[in-house]
């Protein structure tokens, strides 16, 4: 009976062996980057970077396809057209939008991505400012270290100036309601790939408004706690001196959402900095003297903020999604066309701590 | 012992059909050269003959033949009481009498025509010296190791275990080699069904020459189909000694150096004997060492086969290019490289050990070094690769008992093929019908799994982790020994829980 | 037809023959159609429906222990309901068995499908698991507790994956507490009802058990325990995506597993869904030994042949569940079938045993 029984298994598991497609890894091409952009007329052009063994060489090189077409999925076929091996998706980084396909919203690009089980969920997507082909392509020319460039970008910078934005937090934030996602922006200069600032937007649709790259950390301020970055303040004309992050924390203190809402946005940050022309930081009186001008200086900038994103009628700090959950029987339609107009007040404490190792 | 008799009954009347009496006995013992029949001390003296191959000269001549030719002819009776040797038997049994000369007995007649002879007790076998240890060598600990002759081997046990309740009881199997087989046990800590199974499985055995124990390994095992050992081959007395006051029992075979322990869970065989001398957080931290050695030496190449051919997603980004670029130039799927590689592993291992020691030793370097670098030069197989097979090789090096590595060693081919066919999937198919296997094998009818399957807490104390000394109070659950407590002295009375600095 | 009592287990085992049988394939994606009912609340429906569970083991232990100790659910029904009516129920917890085991086999294949092998060839997988049924239910009910326990201790370093959403995750999902109606949580329970099928399995296992009677309170420990695992699943769910999100996800738990990101492994869910198999099989194995056990005392046939005979039935209905669609009619139909067996027969049963008993006045 045993023995019969270890014959039925072999052969099943040999006549198994044609029922499983393989993936043997140097026979296939692993898309790191891909980049969509808007071609006119419901066509997009897919670009993307995939690796290549390099006979004899230690390193990988690196490969660029293109494709026209209709929706995400044919432009991967079009694109294997032209390669000796398939390209597939299982590894991909990151995934750039075009500037002009954003605007028209994205559902349709992230989609195929969100059903895909093959693909992770710590993938970066980024918003291109101008053409994403363009800074697909830069990515051949970066230095030649193993990993992604344009990822590890992301990644450096999602530490200090960018929200902690991956798949799964634009998902988050696109399928939620009372939340809009937000987008890292990167351009082209020089020969080189920038990170431009932080693209806002309206459900899936990027508005065309971003904050600059320097605010990025006002906005993170607002919007999540975290520990490191920095930001430059203007003391007098010509002077300028960088606090730094030790740590900062918010709160949002959300009343009466039903009816008449109020939000109170507290933020504590606690920073140091290490040296200031013209005050002595040895000074009690002199540190919060330059404890209120930091205050004032940010809390204008992160109101101004705030008043911005209700202009836009965009929420990239989830205030709808934190007053869902803050209330019962929340009225969503009463606060969506609530929020424009909600009195929304942000409250900076700057706590400075430690100051060099000089007096 | 009921063994023995029928064997010998069947035997005799056979040998009665053939040869009706003593004389015919003769004729063929006088077929072989080496049997000598003389007349001592002279013409009408004695007859005198045994295997000259079997007796020990030495004692022939100071306490026999010095004996009789110094003497006037008496008859046998006298003789007997003249002759300063230990159990000398007279007899006219002719099943006796070709038992005992062929172990070494002379045969005394008075008269060349007599039926009825007197047998000395003169056998000489030859003996190697007791020598250190090999296939369990330990650093730490007694270097002495069981040798070919039974009683040697039952020297050593009794003389580590000096108590009456130490019991030895003696089979012979083989129907031709009539080999002594000694069962050890002590009486009162062991399971008297234990004792019972083991004794009629030995009875059951039935076959012509038992020239080694793992023969009789083979033999009594529970599931003879199974790559798994069920028993403990040993070659160290002191491990031995130390399981039977476990309540375990031995088996020993003379012309064996190894004895046989058993009941045993499947993590015995990953601990070594070594553990035991080291202090309890090194011997438990190496056992766990030894435990994921075994695990990374069957499921590494497999592994590699899975990832590579079907999950290259679970690579590491920064992993991803060394593998890519290495795996670029080889002309084969994974899976025959890994095949290719294991194959040459296990050709190098088979021919290593087939060879003198010394030859053995350049063998392993030139198929580590050469073949090896060579195999990669030549794109025929990965580095990456390479790494991994030769680190499963070293890391089953690391199992102390020789027959669970060869399983390892082996088991790993299924799994390969598994992953081949269905990649991580196949290899939790593979290692599940492994688990049943397991999971249904029992060890002289104590199940293999023990701890873990049927879960026994206290037994964890000394499995996958090993105690102190002082938390071995009891005996392992497992071997159900009907003296469970081994630390008889009550644990001091909870000296009041002292401060610091008092 | 007493067991030998070499093949009884002890009755602290019977604790991880309760997680070992409840959670399955069921937990790596129940969030989704129990958040559909009751949002944030859904976690508070996963405690309700344990509780409830444990007075519907209690009701079972009373049933069990009514009669003389080595009674089981067939004897039972024979003894109440005359032996044509008893073994008329006794065939359709026959077919529940079986349903059980296939509803069971059939997701975790379809899982093996979408999340690792799009094109592989489903009849001959189902065979190969089949034969390693076989092969455990072979060993007798021992080796299938072994089985749950050995399965249980190694999938249990998967509910440590629970770690890394958490660096994720937005607790204040959670609130507002207790926003949805008693009707939508109770609604969420009666989803809940499949993830903590299998306990019931109790009936026919019970004779199997040393000093049954002492085994009552590890029954209850197991079904807790499913229950603790149940809940802080839901609640890293919960937090971790947004509730709109888990609408749409099917798999949320398997999901989460794909953000595990540790240095010398990526992507997580492959070897997540592999090794889940330790812990999916052995529902399996049992359902379709409890299948035999159970027709092989009706019928009078030797289990072994009972065994392969079902063992092709659900070769062959597997062959017909060919699409998403049809699994997920059929999940539908079962999550009622067992909804109406649990929460309905087994106090029918309960009520009906004490009536019988009050009126014959002696227990059989």
Redesign the interface.
Known sequence: M?FHLLLI?LGC?LM??CG?E?????D?L?AEIVGYDDAGSNKIKGTVVV?V????????GKEVYEAITHDVKAARQQENAKTPFPI?G??L?VILYGEELARKGLNDYVDTYRRDP?V?RDLYLAIVHGKAEDLVKMELKLIKT???QV?ELIEQNIRTNLPDVDLHRYLYACHGKGIDPVLPLLETAEERIRVKGIALFKRDRYIGKYIPYEDGFLFKVLSENFKLGSYEIKWKENEYTEINNVESKVHYDISNANQNPKVRIEVNLKANLLEVQGYDLGNPVDVKKIEAKAEHVMGEKLNEMVTMFQDNNIDPIALGDMAKSKTRDFNLKHWEIAYPHIPIEVDLDIEMIQTGIAE | MKFFKGKEETDATAFQDNSKDFFELLKRFEASNDFLTFQFPNEDGYTISYFKSLVSAQQLHEQVLAVISNQPKKDLQQLKDDIPMEDIKETTDISVIKRLVLAGSIMIRYKKSDGKCLLIPCGQSVKRQTSIPESEYTVAGPKEAFVESLDTNLNLIRNRLPIPELQSKEFRVGSISQTRLVVLYIDGIVNQQLIDTVMQRIDDIDYDTIVDISFVGQMITDNR?SMFPQLIDTERPDHLASVLSEGKIGIMLDGSPHALIGPNTIISFFSSFEDYFQIWNLGTSFRLIRLFAVLFSILSSPLYVA????????????L??????S????PF??ILEAIVLEGTIELLREAAVRLPAKVGSTIGIVGGIVIGSAAVEAGFVSNVLLMLVALAALASFTLPIYQISNTIRLIRFPFL??A??????G???CS??I???L??LTSLGSPY?EP????RLPDFKDSLIRLPFSKQIKRPQFLRTEDRIRIRKKAKTQNSQSDIDE | MKPNETKL??P??VF?LMPGMQIGVGILGFERVIAKEAGQDAWISVIISGLIINILLWMCYKILGRGPQTLDLIAIHQDLFGKWVGNGFNILFILYFILISIIIIRTYLEV?QVW??PS?NVLM?LT??LI?VY??VV?GF??I???C??GL?IGSPLFLLNYFPLKHAHFENLGPFLDHSFLEIMKACKKMTLNYLGFELILIYYPFIKRREHSQKWAQLGVVCTMLIYLVTIIVSLAYYHQEQLKDVIWATLTLWKIVDL??????E??G???W??MV?PNVCLGIWAASRTAKRVFGVRQRKMLVFILLVILVSCFFLDNRNKIDRFNTLFSQIGFYIIYLYIPLLFIWQSIVYKVRGHKP
């Open positions: 045993k298994t598991f198994t062996a499983v393989k993936q043997i890894l140097e296939v692993i690796s063994p390099q006979p004899g060489e230690e390193s990988l597939v299982g590894r980084t093959m992770g193993p990993g992604v990822k | 189909n990832v590579l051919t079907y999950h290259y997603q679970v690579i590491p980004t920064d991803l290019p060394i593998l890519i670029s795996r670029g130039v080889i799927p994974p093929f598994a081949q066919l269905y990649g991580l999937f290899l939790a198919l599940a019908f688990l049943s296997h999971l249904k799994l873990l399957y049927p879960l | 287990i002890s602290f085992l991880f093996i690792m092998f592989v997988l190969i698991i390693l092969s455990y060993g021992r080796v507790t072994g089985f326990i050995i201790i240095p010398f492994i990526e992507r997580f492959y070897i869904v592999s090794v198999m330790f099989l």
